[in-house]
């Protein structure tokens, strides 16, 4: 993983439903797929839990969260304890996994690959979901191209590794093993705000929350989403 103040910044504010549309594009797309109290669901960079909160009571499904920072592993697992929820919610890379081959029947991975090494990432999602399981992702995608500086300016920032047009992530996700990929959009939905603050923020991670507002103000048509949904 880059270095990357903005994945301080959700952290130390404990953002919930830090991906675009947030939790109730999540439960959009949630009522397309196949879930209920038998299936094994990883939520992976679960970051405060949410998602992995919300699937865990309206299915009863048996999830499990994990993100490689610790602030937010120990705010997910507050998450879940306050509301009585048997989500294990675990520290670790979705680069490198520590399950088992063909371990879950879901995975949903939100606005987390462009952090990291997505071939490395996308294959060991591959190697840890069943045949015939299903893996959602919701992430940031380009329709065109950007300027060179622009592109270095949101990548220092945010600590991407690269960016993906929609058909960057379909042959990744191919390059993976994954088939029946869909692509869709749904710039409509809009969620409420999920805190869970720190108690003693870093001054300086104030004006990284001003600088991502202003970022994504000025940049919403540059910097676009996709929900991708596939199949093992
Ligand atoms: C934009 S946040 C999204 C969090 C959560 N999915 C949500 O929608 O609220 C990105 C998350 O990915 C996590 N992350 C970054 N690199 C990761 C990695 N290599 N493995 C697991 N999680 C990672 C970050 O710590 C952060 O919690």
Redesign the pocket.
């Known amino acids: 993983?880059q270095q990357s103040k903005y994945?301080d910044f959700?952290?130390e504010f404990g953002?919930?439903?830090?991906?675009p549309g947030?939790i109730e594009l999540t439960k959009e797309i949630f009522k397309n797929e196949n879930i209920n109290r038998l299936s094994r669901v990883l939520?992976?960079?679960?970051?405060?839990g949410?998602?992995a909160a919300y699937l865990a009571y309206t299915y009863g499904a048996k999830v499990t969260g994990?993100?490689?920072?610790p602030i937010?592993v120990d705010k997910a697992l507050s998450r879940m304890h306050s509301n009585r929820l048997p989500v294990r919610v675990l520290h670790?890379?979705?680069?490198e996994m520590p399950f088992p081959n063909q371990s879950f029947d879901i995975i949903i991975?939100?606005?987390?690959l462009s952090?990291?090494d997505k071939p490395k990432?996308l294959s060991e999602i591959h190697r840890v979901l069943r045949d015939g399981g299903r893996f959602l992702g919701?992430e940031l995608t380009v329709n065109d191209p950007l300027e060179k500086e622009l592109e270095k300016e949101i990548k220092e920032f945010y600590g991407f590794e690269s960016f993906c047009s929609k058909h960057d992530w379909v042959n990744l996700c191919k390059e993976a093993g994954f088939e029946n990929i869909r692509v869709k959009k749904n710039k409509s939905i809009q969620s409420p705000p999920d805190f869970q603050h720190s108690t003693d923020i870093s001054p300086e991670l104030y004006e990284v929350m001003a600088e991502h507002y202003n970022l994504n103000l000025q940049y919403q048509e540059e910097l676009d989403y996709r929900i991708y949904t596939c199949t093992k």
């Open positions: 993983m994945l959700l952290a953002v919930g439903g830090a991906h947030g939520d992976v960079g679960c970051g405060t949410q998602t994990m993100d490689i920072n937010m670790g890379s979705v680069e991975c939100e606005s987390v952090f990291v990432a919701i």
